[in-house]
């Protein structure tokens, strides 16, 4: 049998296993430490102080976050902006999640034709610009010279035509429709490959036992692919949460109307940099970011240990 | 259960042919083993019989109904698959109950379908566990048992066993083997083993690229093998084939000979002088002597010794090896000379197209 790798590292001198750890680990702990931990350690550190007009910085302790929560001037922008994040978030798993898994379901059918093609087509928007998107849905949805009301018209619904990215009640949704309808392809993706995963004797089985495609689908395929569809969960969280681009292209820093499409990403924004008559404000920008890495820890951690612990992985 | 008829059966995958011009017919409660080697289209019939893949030309009736366009649950079929194909996901009595929710089985009878199998199956312990949880023989046993619950016409078993040890293997062909007498049902059963082929088998089906080479009873591949095929591939070691000519004919008998061996002695037949044939013997049939029909001379290059008996190694002066079984615990030592005979009754000879020629003890 051979020796296992604890035993090998367990007989060797000391040096000699620090200049192995130091060769295998070290270039990852170095750029990570460089280009993520130092940059968190440092924005928290950052959010503890405060600037004086004359530009000098002084420490005060959790002041900004008591300001950013307390005080109604920042408080109700902040809320504002989660509250939409959730929905953000909301639409995405509930339209792109299930849209990706449907369509992974479909291009695993046995004897699909033409799946390279609509692989490839149905991926293609995630390797767009954010930029290009956003401005391409501008268009298209613009009530001026858009195309989606000639469209909606020659179909017969040209009265269900609204300017969705201007009104208050849909901006945000529709905002969130255009990210969902960008990603997709990586959800379908991320599923499609855990499906090809599942044995075909295994397909064979439930065929045999009489179980038609839709069944196979639902009482074996998805049991099979909760664990990648729990991943897709978690990465679409971190994305929304993170989420800016879009929203910035498509509305600007303001995220009209109204502040209807401000997500914490767009807050942020504002809120560091600076826009139009808001002076930019490095110290609250950093709680603002420092808050927004709560929000996701928590987040992470109720998944991982509410979720995450009650999913099994299956080896074929 | 239900007898198996199978028509001019073909398939082709693009422009290969994978099965052609299949037919065969399988008896109501006959245990049938489609053996050949790897490749030669034995999953892929028995898939067909299942339904799971479609026929590009021929007919498929079971019971004596066309199932060419049925589905597979529809056919009464059972399928056990080499990596038994468990659903990981639910524990062994809903991998056995999973499917008859289906097709319209009550729970009672489910239940009752259940705990038959599993007394049968050994399996009354094993119910709630999952099958991460299972050895691999547990595992089998369970998919057998998904197989029996269905209550099938013709169950359908693809290589169930080579997945398993090799004392398992055993074990498992020995209850597989008490299952049909218990259940009568008739079954199809694939393996590139020929050992389970001639255990398990009332009937054998010898698959060679996509076309049947010989069907019959175990021992009448063994003792009258039709072709050069099922003479090589039944029996292990494989038999020895040597080239030989017919050197003369006269009154009705055609004497044979050939380099590394003498004369033999054959009914003419159709043969003419200077045909060239293919004479086969078993390795177990060869035995030191001098003084059958035919000798065979080689030098001793090694020895197996499997313990009731050894296989020894021999080449010839032309230089081709041959394989003689040698029975008790005298075996020759490397490098001596000997010569090996065989009876009469234990001669194949085939033509030159590798068909079998009667011999003088064949009927
Ligand atoms: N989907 C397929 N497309 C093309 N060729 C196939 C396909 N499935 C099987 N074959 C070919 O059919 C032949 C028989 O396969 P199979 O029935 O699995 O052989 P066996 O079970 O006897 O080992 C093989 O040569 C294989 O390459
Ligand atoms: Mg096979």
Excluded at chain 1, 125 to 143: E, K, Q, R, Y
Excluded at chain 1, 200 to 215: N, P, S, T, Y
Excluded at chain 1, 300 to 307: A, D, H, R, S, T
Excluded at chain 2, 66 to 72: D, E, F, G, I, K
Aim: aromatic share 10%; glycine share 8%.
């Amino acid at each position: 049998m051979p020796e296992s790798v604890s035993n090998i590292t367990a007989q060797m001198p000391r040096a000699k296993l620090a200049g192995l750890l130091l060769f295998f680990l070290g270039p990852a702990v170095a750029i990570y430490t460089l280009f993520s931990i130092y940059p968190l350690v440092a924005t928290m550190a950052l959010s503890t102080y405060t600037s004086d007009p004359s530009g000098g910085r002084h420490f005060v302790g959790l002041a900004n976050f008591e300001t950013l929560l307390g005080d109604a001037l920042w408080s109700k922008p902040f809320w504002n902006a989660f509250s939409n994040n959730l929905i953000f978030f909301a639409v995405h798993m509930c339209v792109q999640n299930p849209i990706g898994i449907a369509l992974a379901g479909l291009l695993s059918l046995p004897g699909l034709r033409l799946k390279g093609l609509y692989r490839t087509v149905m991926f293609l928007p995630t390797m767009l610009s954010v930029v290009i998107v956003g401005f391409s849905w501008n268009l298209i949805l613009s009530p001026l010279w858009g195309v989606a009301a000639g469209a909606l018209k020659a179909v017969g619904l040209g009265s269900l035509f609204a300017p969705w990215l201007g009104l208050e009640s849909s901006a945000l949704v529709t905002l969130a429709l255009i990210s969902v309808w960008q990603f997709v392809g990586i959800p379908m993706m991320l599923i499609y490959a855990a499906l090809l995963n599942i044995p075909e004797e295994l397909i064979d089985a439930a065929r045999v036992d009489g179980l038609g495609h839709f069944r196979i689908f639902l009482h074996i395929k998805l049991p099979l692919v909760l664990p990648t569809i729990s991943l897709v969960s978690v990465l679409t969280f971190v994305a929304n949460f993170n989420a800016f681009d879009l929203i910035y292209s498509v509305k600007g820093a303001l995220a009209g109307p109204n502040f209807a499409t401000d997500i914490l990403g767009t807050f942020f924004y504002r809120t560091f940099f600076g826009n139009q008559l808001q002076l930019g404000n490095p110290t609250m920008g950093s709680a603002v970011a420092t808050v927004m890495f709560f929000i996701i820890l928590v987040g992470l951690c109720l998944y991982l240990f509410l979720v995450q612990r009650r999913i099994r992985r299956y080896a074929f | 259960m239900a007898d198996l008829r199978i028509e001019h059966l073909n398939k082709r995958y693009g422009v290969t042919t994978v099965l052609n011009d299949i037919n065969l017919n399988i008896e109501d409660g006959e245990f049938v083993v489609l053996v050949g080697p790897s490749g030669c289209g034995k999953s892929t019939l028995l898939r067909m019989i299942a339904g799971l893949d479609g026929a590009s030309g021929g007919d498929i009736h079971i019971a004596g109904k066309l199932v060419n366009t049925l589905a597979p649950a529809e056919r009464g079929i059972a399928m056990v698959f080499q990596s038994y194909a468990l659903y990981p996901h639910m524990n062994v009595r809903k991998n056995m109950t999973f499917g008859l929710k289906f097709t319209g089985v009550r729970p009672a009878e489910r239940e009752r379908r259940v705990t038959e199998a599993a007394r049968m199956l050994r399996l009354e312990e094993l119910l709630e566990r999952y099958p991460r949880d299972l050895s691999g023989g547990q595992r089998q046993r369970v998919a057998i048992g998904r197989a029996i619950v269905r209550e099938p016409a013709v169950f359908l078993f693809d290589e169930p066993l080579s997945n398993l040890d090799a004392a398992l293997r055993v074990s498992t062909r020995v209850e597989i083997a008490n299952l049909h007498r218990l259940l009568k049902s008739t079954i199809v059963y694939v393996t590139h083993d020929q050992v389970e082929a001639m255990t398990l088998a009332d009937r054998i089906v010898v698959m060679n690229r996509g076309c049947i080479e010989q069907v019959g009873r175990p021992l009448d591949l063994y003792y009258a093998p039709a072709n050069l095929f099922v003479a090589g591939f039944i029996g292990s070691p494989a038999m020895n084939f040597f080239e030989a000519r017919v050197k003369s004919v006269e009154g009705g008998r055609a004497c044979v000979a050939g380099p590394g061996f003498r004369s033999l002695d054959l009914p003419a037949g159709h043969l003419k002088i200077g045909d060239a044939l293919t004479v086969g013997i078993r390795p177990e049939h060869l035995a030191q002597g001098e003084d059958g029909p035919l000798a065979v001379e080689g030098v001793v290059e090694l020895v197996e010794r499997l313990g009731e008996s050894s296989f020894a190694y021999l080449r010839r002066d032309d230089g081709r090896l041959f394989v003689a079984e040698i029975r008790g615990r005298q075996t020759p030592p490397p490098g001596e000379r000997v010569t090996l005979t065989a009876a009469a009754r234990d001669v194949h000879v085939f033509d030159a197209s590798g068909l079998r020629i009667a011999t003088p003890n064949d009927v």
